[in-house]
């Protein structure tokens, strides 16, 4: 018999107090799920452009690595990709000790911190006078040194590795390269769930891509060559039809052309007079947001994991964003003064009708009412250019894109097929190297002459070397000889290639029948834009 | 006043805002009549059926823990009821008395449970009869309103018409079955007869202010689905057998009076809670008792569905003295502990004065004489003889003659104002009211002391002095000289 029993408000006192607990319980659980699984934490960066470099625009939560595993890859796989780990494909670090390489951001999501990529991976790009210099950032150029490609066919192989065990991830990221130095705890969760996730995620991402795993890599090819990107180039729209919409991408579905629309990177400077302007080297869009957005999937962001508030910050910075100055000064005399006025005179003739140019005052001229074939499509048969690019942009696939963030206010409704390619303004046209939009031509100077070679007469490189980042200051473009690298490590580019011709913007309207010397002058011009 | 001249205009409609505004309102004085003229009729007797009360003042209810733990009278009681009959209050109604253990709101007060009661209740009769004063007993029981049931009440849910824990202390309820009603009314019958063999002038039903009575009449409370629940007809039957089984016991000449809401507003703390009576409803209770002229013979008009409520008694909560005195209540009730958190709260203390306050509304002295003035018209339409009483705040002649002389009732009861003034009849018979210094200010800390202190006036401006010390030593006077003279010198 209990002798001291409670009260029945003593009982339900007591009760209601375990009640209490429970919800208090039940609210920390709820508040620790949230705090943990649900929500997730960003590094914030006070300035634009440290927040365009390493700023998280919301890649990670889908497509990101666990920045262990991610640090942890290079010295698992150091016989494919030696010493200098990502750099190997032109990832750029801004000191030895960097942890994380330029346009890449980290965000922690269910209590993991993540890495994936941002803007800037695609839009910076470096040079050097000399091949001594170090090399110098110039931030919102297009990369001239991404390897894009190789990048991606790396992590694909990595998920069907045999080499990529738990095991063999946890002794990499116990290494004193990673440090990751992880407790027994982590180890269990890393081998019992990241680990089996991470390969989960890779061999999702190899059934996406496999129309590039199978093709040009040393397999038989599918149904047809598919070809590397090289640095700085990028096939936008054919990953987006796979990843984003699961094309087929079989022989039945898709023709060669349309499959090889590498492209290079574009610049990102001086958004705001672009506003309205046709975007895109085929001039798909006329709005800078969704320009941004849509490059923003390319990256990993996904509709559902999309920062949108950290893009914005995004544009906002490069909305007025300068272009960068030529960086070697012109010569104070007046002879070159009497080349630099012939060139701007033979420029504004030949060029600034399709591209603008510098007014009086020295601002670069955006307005289509001054110029009015800026921005606007210039017929593919016109232009002549390689059609392939433009071919890979499909109607059916700008329909899709226009389906994409339905529901938001920021849901795509400009994506539009068009005849050709679109006329850009040339601001900055310097840091922009090699030239045309499949970045066919080295040099401007180059791109004055015609594509068909005869004897004895100059005309544009059938096959050289892109990656270098060394500037030829007197062609305008990166040095595309080889000089100063071993060839191996540079990738050569071959205009016989689909998608990688170096024909058109040639003949009497485009200059590339002027003399040599109004050639000159017309380069020397340019470096002024 | 429209009400007044043509009662039988009044619809529904107009009762239901009456009990929203009207009763808001303070009672028409006429400032025509000379104060001897209020005088006059403020002393003039009442005649009852079987009861004539010298003047129209009555002490109600009035208890404080004066007597044996286990409800034997004690001498202070006697001293106490004294005090009132000395300052020439017409008739007394007894302190809270519970006909049951069961149905104790407080430890230490009086009990009428078993005839053993009755010499001490006969003590109490005779004391005040020598002053020529009436004293009539309320027989009472809790229910759920049971703010120290005492040891004996320790494992035991209290008595009620509903399981539903009260709304304001969490007191926890039990639904009584159809037997421990029957059980009930015997033992308020047993009460009354007690009364009657003890001397005593009368008894009143406790049907007010939250207790059991209140708790079967309400429809705010009640939630039963038997005979003693749904419509009001039903929720009245447990009081009217109630008054039978007192009849049966006391005989129809033993003055019987009922003391009731006139509107429950129940929903005074929490305003998702159900309003409770409408003064329809009471009009229907009211006519019920009569009982063909069988019933009681009087009623005491009140109003608010617990105990306290912000109408009754009518005035300021100090929220210093909450948190002085509630802490003995933390063991009653499931929801103490959460007021007593808001009183300490420097942001909960404030609103809950701020709610109690806007709750009761602007008028304080003659709260529920509107109230009383409709009941009384529709009642004294069927039986003349019925007389009505009403309490709320009342300590001027001018207001008191005023709500007699209107016809909103035919006498008043007093509370605190007379444990202010145990003379004020006295003050009255010559006087509008004490000096303004001697007014009871309706703060309530008599109300609030009584959980733990002797039952007096705790207000420190009312007394003489010039420093705070030497008021509350003129307080401390005040407030002891219930124990004297003691039993033994």
């Given at each position: 018999m209990n002798y001291n029993p409670p009260t029945p408000v003593e009982r339900v006192v007591a009760r209601n107090r375990w009640i209490s607990w429970l919800i208090v319980l039940l609210l920390i659980l709820a508040a620790l799920y949230w705090l943990i699984f649900v929500n997730q934490y960003v590094v914030a960066y006070q300035d634009g452009r440290e927040h365009f470099k390493y700023g998280s625009i919301g890649s990670e939560p889908v497509n990101g690595f666990p920045i262990l595993v991610f640090k942890a890859l290079p010295v698992m796989f150091r016989d494919e990709l030696g010493s200098t780990g990502y750099r190997r494909f032109g990832l750029l670090y801004?000191?030895?000790?960097?942890?994380l390489p330029v346009g890449m951001s980290r965000r922690i999501v269910t209590g993991v911190e993540r890495v994936w990529l941002n803007c800037a991976v695609c839009h910076v790009g470096t040079y050097r006078l000399s091949l001594t210099d170090k090399p110098v950032f110039v931030y919102g150029a297009p990369s001239n040194n991404l390897q894009l490609y190789e990048l991606v066919k790396f992590f694909l192989k990595v998920g069907s590795d045999p080499r990529f065990t738990a095991a063999n991830l946890i002794t990499a990221i116990d290494s004193p390269e990673v440090g990751g130095h992880i407790n027994f705890i982590d180890r269990v969760i890393y081998r019992y769930i990241v680990f089996p996730r991470v390969q989960a995620g890779l061999s999702l991402l190899a059934q996406r891509f496999a129309f590039l795993a199978k093709q040009n890599d040393g397999s038989t090819p599918h149904y047809g060559p598919y070809y590397d990107w090289g640095p700085g180039r990028v096939d936008t729209f054919n990953p987006y039809k796979a990843t984003q919409f699961n094309f087929p991408m079989d022989a039945a579905h898709i023709t060669t052309a349309e499959l090889n629309g590498s492209a290079d990177f574009p610049a990102i400077w001086q958004q705001h007079p672009r506003e309205g302007l046709h975007l895109h080297w085929d001039g798909n869009n006329t709005s800078i947001d969704e320009r941004n957005l849509s490059a923003a999937l390319g990256a990993g962001v996904t509709p559902v994991t999309v920062d949108i508030d950290a893009i914005h910050r995004v544009r906002d910075w490069i909305w007025d964003l300068p272009a960068p100055a030529f960086p070697v000064p012109p010569p104070n005399t007046d002879e070159y003064s009497k080349v630099l006025t012939r060139g701007r005179e033979l420029f504004a003739q030949y060029c600034a009708g399709c591209h603008g140019m510098k007014n009086e005052a020295g601002q670069y001229d955006y307005d289509p009412n001054h110029y009015p074939k800026l921005g606007q499509i210039e017929p593919l048969d016109r232009i002549g250019t390689d059609p392939d690019r433009w071919a890979s942009y499909t109607a059916n696939f700008s329909a899709a894109q226009n389906m994409l963030y339905a529901g938001y206010p920021w849901r795509f409704t400009h994506f539009s097929k068009t005849g050709g390619y679109a006329n850009q303004p040339l601001d900055g046209i310097w840091a922009r190297s090699p030239y045309l939009h499949n970045g066919s031509v080295p040099t401007l100077r180059d791109l004055l002459e015609p594509s068909a070679c005869q004897a004895g007469k100059p005309c544009r490189p059938a096959k050289w070397y892109r990656g270098s980042d060394i500037l030829d200051t007197a062609k305008v473009g990166y040095q595309s000889d080889g000089y100063g690298y071993d060839l191996k490590d540079l990738f050569q580019y071959d205009t016989s290639i689909s998608g990688n011709s170096n024909k058109g913007h040639e003949g009497k309207a485009y200059g590339t029948d002027l003399f040599r010397g109004d050639k000159d002058a017309i380069v020397e011009y340019m470096k002024t834009l | 006043m429209l009400l007044g001249q043509f009662p039988w205009l009044i619809s529904t409609t107009y009762i239901d805002d009456l009990t929203q505004g009207e009763a808001n309102m303070a009672p028409e004085v006429d400032g025509t009549f000379l104060h001897e003229d209020n005088a006059a009729l403020i002393f003039s007797p009442l005649q009852f059926r079987h009861l004539t009360v010298k003047n129209r003042l009555f002490r109600s209810n009035l208890s404080g823990m004066f007597d044996e733990y286990n409800g034997y009278g004690g001498h202070t009681r006697l001293n106490w009821e004294e005090k009132f009959a000395k300052g020439g209050i017409g008739c007394i109604i007894s302190s809270y008395t519970p006909v049951a253990v069961r149905g104790r709101i407080l430890i230490r007060y009086a009990m009428i449970d078993n005839d053993d009661k009755i010499p001490f209740w006969r003590e109490v009769g005779k004391r005040v009869h020598d002053y020529d004063c009436r004293f009539i007993m309320q027989l009472s029981h809790s229910g759920r309103q049971q703010d120290m049931g005492g040891v004996e009440n320790l494992f035991k849910k209290a008595q009620s018409s509903t399981s539903q824990t009260d709304f304001f202390h969490g007191i926890l309820a039990q639904a009584m079955t159809v037997s421990e009603i029957h059980e009930i009314v015997e033992e308020f019958a047993q009460g009354a007869r007690r009364a009657q063999k003890a001397g005593l002038d009368g008894v009143e039903l406790h049907g007010a202010n939250g207790y059991l009575i209140t708790q079967f009449l309400s429809s705010g409370i009640n939630d039963r689905t038997d005979d003693y629940g749904g419509p009001v007809e039903n929720r009245a039957r447990f009081v009217l057998e109630i008054v039978r089984a007192i009849r049966r016991e006391v005989g129809p000449d033993f003055h019987l009076q009922m003391k009731i809401n006139g509107v429950d507003h129940n929903n005074w703390l929490y305003p998702w809670k159900k309003k409770g009576n409408t003064l329809e409803d009471t009009v229907t209770i009211c006519k019920m008792l009569l009982d063909d002229g069988k019933g009681v013979d009087s009623f005491h008009i009140s109003s608010g569905s617990t105990f306290p409520h912000p109408r009754n008694p009518p005035g300021d909560i100090s929220i210093q003295n909450l948190i002085r005195w509630y802490g003995g209540m933390l063991s009653s009730g499931v929801r103490t502990r959460f007021n007593y958190a808001i009183f300490n709260n420097p942001i909960g203390g404030p609103l809950f004065r701020w709610l109690w306050q806007v709750r009761r509304g602007k008028i304080i002295e003659g709260i529920n004489a509107a109230y009383s003035k409709y009941l009384r018209t529709e009642i004294t339409r069927i039986d003349p003889s019925v007389k009505f009483l009403c309490t709320g705040g009342f300590q001027h002649a001018s207001n008191i003659a005023g709500v007699i002389r209107d016809g909103s009732c035919d006498g008043i009861s007093m509370g605190r104002p007379l444990i202010a003034n145990n003379d004020l009849p006295h003050i009255l018979r010559t006087a509008n009211g004490p000096i303004k210094q001697k007014e009871c200010t309706y703060c309530n800390k008599c109300l609030l002391n009584d959980l733990a202190n002797p039952l007096g006036c705790y207000e420190v401006s009312r007394y003489d002095g010039d420093t705070f010390e030497e008021k509350w030593e003129n307080l401390m006077k005040d407030v002891m000289s219930v124990f004297q003279p003691p039993l033994f010198r």
């Open positions: 801004e000191t030895e000790q960097s942890e | -």
